[in-house]
């Protein structure tokens, strides 16, 4: 009932795992943080024990629901010159369209189950949101490490709902679809893919154009295929993409003019237009400031 009513309010897919510590996941996390592959992002470091645990986060914790949307779209920059901006953020802020639809079934789980205590999550507290998918049974990490759904392919956001309802698992095991393709790893421009299905924050160009408050590291110049606001190369090239379909989630179609955009626009970029293309956008995460010495990065 509860997944028919995610299905209708428009998400992709919607699983169930029993909230308990993630033992395993949280090793992987803890030699991540060891080895400093998450570069200048000290708060994955922060609540460790909140990151791998959900009944530390909602008192009385039963179950993780974890629901899928998906965010492809076939639509490209028009001008080849362009610099390039990643898929999810061509429109609104998926943590803002997301968490509209999950507050929704949140108050249709307490219409039909009476007082549910819980929270809702996209990106935004401690929660290891792939582990919480694949654990679900809603797909597998590929060597990406994304979440590769086998129905919708890996262009999907992830949001949880940590509740403390008891609620029958869905824990059919998705098998690791990845084999012995090495696409994405011989892919990426600049060899952020670990042997392990993490990802080397300090060479990851999502990292460097988002997060990166600081310089960026010149040993990168030259390696960021044009890319200024995050990079789809890794999803570009899975197999498992090319049976993506087109999102129908009005919110996230793209912000009129911005796939028009030319490279001189881009250039010439300024305080009215940054905030006409992105003032609802996830693009936020990075100020103006930040793009355009992305810009000239790439440059
Ligand atoms: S997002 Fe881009 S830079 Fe980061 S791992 Fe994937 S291909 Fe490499
Ligand atoms: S490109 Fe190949 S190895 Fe990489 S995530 Fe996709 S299937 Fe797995």
Redesign the pocket.
């Known amino acids: 009932m509860i997944r028919e009513e995610a299905l209708r309010l428009g998400f992709t897919d919607c699983g169930f795992s029993k909230a308990e510590p993630l033992h395993e996941d949280a090793e992987r996390l803890r030699h991540w943080l060891e080895k400093g592959h998450h570069a200048g992002m000290e708060y994955m470091a922060g609540h460790f024990a909140k990151r791998t645990d959900p009944t530390l986060l909602v008192e009385g914790a039963r179950t993780v629901i974890s629901l899928l949307d998906n965010y492809y779209t076939s639509r490209k920059q028009q001008d080849p010159e362009a610099p390039v901006i990643s898929r999810y953020a061509f429109g609104r802020d998926y943590h803002f369209v997301m968490k509209d639809k999950m507050k929704q079934l949140f108050d249709f789980i307490a219409g039909q189950f009476g007082e549910v205590r819980g929270r809702i999550f996209v990106d935004s507290a401690p929660v290891l949101e792939r582990a919480w998918a694949r654990n679900a049974g809603l797909g597998w990490i ?3 490490s ?1 979440l ?1 759904s086998p129905m919708a392919g ?1 262009f999907v956001f992830i949001g949880e709902i940590v509740l403390d309802l008891e609620l029958d698992e869905t824990r059919v095991p998705v098998h690791d ?3 012995n ?5 011989d892919a990426c421009p600049t060899g952020a893919i670990l042997p392990d299905r993490t990802i080397n924050a300090g060479r990851c160009i999502s990292y460097q154009t988002i997060e990166n408050r600081g310089e960026i590291p010149q040993e990168l110049k030259g390696k960021f295929v044009s890319r200024v606001f995050g990079c789809d190369i ?1 999803q570009d ?4 993409n090319r049976r993506a379909r087109e999102h129908h989630e009005s919110g996230f179609e793209p912000v009129p003019g911005l796939l028009e955009m030319t490279r001189q626009e881009w250039y010439n970029l300024d305080r009215s237009k940054y905030e006409r293309f992105f003032a609802r956008s996830a693009v936020q995460r990075a100020s103006l400031e930040k793009l355009k010495d992305n810009l000239s990065f790439i440059l």
Do not use: A, E, F, Q
């Open positions: 590929g060597k990406n994304c590769i890996s679809h990845c084999g393709c090495t696409r994405c790893i890794c090239v899975c197999p498992w």
